[in-house]
């Protein structure tokens, strides 16, 4: 017979992975009777975990959610930041996926109601990325609830810059979904007043209460929203606005690293192929600056334009300052 923290662990294990269990099969699965079987019952009841008996012809039991979450004590909003860091988790690429949606059922299955209300609101897309940001997690609660309600969100937008002096704007939007890129998290929403599509930044985001009436949701462009982020990021559907192709004198896998969603190819003997976008010409050359290697323009002629425009402001600011 396993030792009895063990056999508690088992058992536990098992509550959590169907609703209910009649007494006989949980005593067949732990290979112990059914008196133990009750006593291990009432120690996981002393630990705080809320274990009820089951009437029938058979009896069993039952873990039901509890008013904490024993045996760790968290408040509310540890909580919550455990079930969402386990959702981002499932969705992480790294590998462990599956054992973070087990965890999160864990979790899940021990909370009060009025936390599980909060975590299932928050439905997110995490798309893979390696910037880190802080976000008010209130912010994050509201968009996740107006998301999940849908109800017209009403909300001030900052300017990019902190210090831009101009005032918020004020915007009205029907929320689709939060999605983390690069960490940091944006609202894909139709934007009411654009009658269009928009990806705007929640730390950027005051929402104002309360949110507006409810809405039938759209379907996001492609059906996809990671898709849609995605693209969004690489300069819409079509492509950037301004396509450039380099040779530089670093091999492929320098490159590439740092590259983004650029085309990278070895050439041999040090060189590789670039073909690389950016929202305007200056500044696809003044990325190209920072590889530090020959670069030789291959096309088009506007990226060469760009590129002697940017090295004349540069040697101007090289120059020594007249006296």
């Known amino acids: 017979m396993p030792k009895t923290s063990a056999r508690l662990l088992s058992l536990l294990s098992l509550l959590q992975v169907r609703r209910d269990w009649p007494g006989a ?46 045996p760790l004590r968290f408040d509310d909003e540890q909580a919550v930041a455990l079930a969402v860091a386990l959702r981002l988790a499932t969705a992480s690429g790294a590998g462990i ?39 008010d997690s209130g912010v994050l609660v509201a968009l996740g609830a107006a998301v999940h309600a849908c109800e017209v969100l009403r909300f001030d ?3 990019v810059s902190a210090a831009a002096d101009e ?3 004020r915007r009205r939007a029907e929320p689709h979904h939060l999605v983390v890129r690069d960490g940091r998290w ?6 009411l007043d654009r009658a269009g599509w928009r990806t705007f930044r929640a730390d950027r985001i005051t929402p104002r209460i309360p949110t507006g009436p409810r809405f039938a949701p759209r379907e996001p462009p492609g059906g996809d929203v990671a898709a849609f982020v995605a693209d969004r990021f690489r300069g819409g559907p079509g492509g950037w606005p301004c396509l450039g192709e380099v040779l530089l004198d670093l091999p492929a896998a320098a490159v590439s690293a740092y590259a983004r969603d650029g085309v990278v190819e070895e050439l041999g003997f040090g060189r590789c192929r670039l073909v690389l976008g950016s929202w305007s010409w200056i500044g696809l050359a003044a990325e190209l600056g920072r590889f530090d290697a020959a ?18 402001r540069y040697a101007d600011a090289a120059a020594e300052p007249s006296r």
Do not use: N
């Open 97 to 135: 996926e599956e054992a973070a949606a087990r965890a999160l059922a864990t979790v899940r299955q021990v909370m009060p109601a009025r936390l599980r209300h909060r975590v299932d609101a928050l439905r997110v897309t995490a798309v893979a990325g390696e910037r880190s940001e802080t976000l």
């Open 25 to 70: 099969l949980l005593a067949e699965r732990l290979e112990v009777s059914a008196r133990t079987v009750r006593r291990d019952v009432d120690r996981l009841r002393e630990l705080g975990y809320p274990v009820v008996a089951l009437k029938g012809p058979e009896g069993g039991y039952r873990l039901e959610a509890g008013a904490e979450l024993p």
């Open 157 to 159: 937008y900052a300017p």
């Open 295 to 312: 670069i030789e323009v291959v096309g088009p002629a506007e990226l060469r334009e760009a590129c002697a425009r940017l090295a004349r």
């Open 186 to 191: 944006y609202l894909v929403a139709w934007d």
């Open 167 to 169: 005032a918020p704007q």
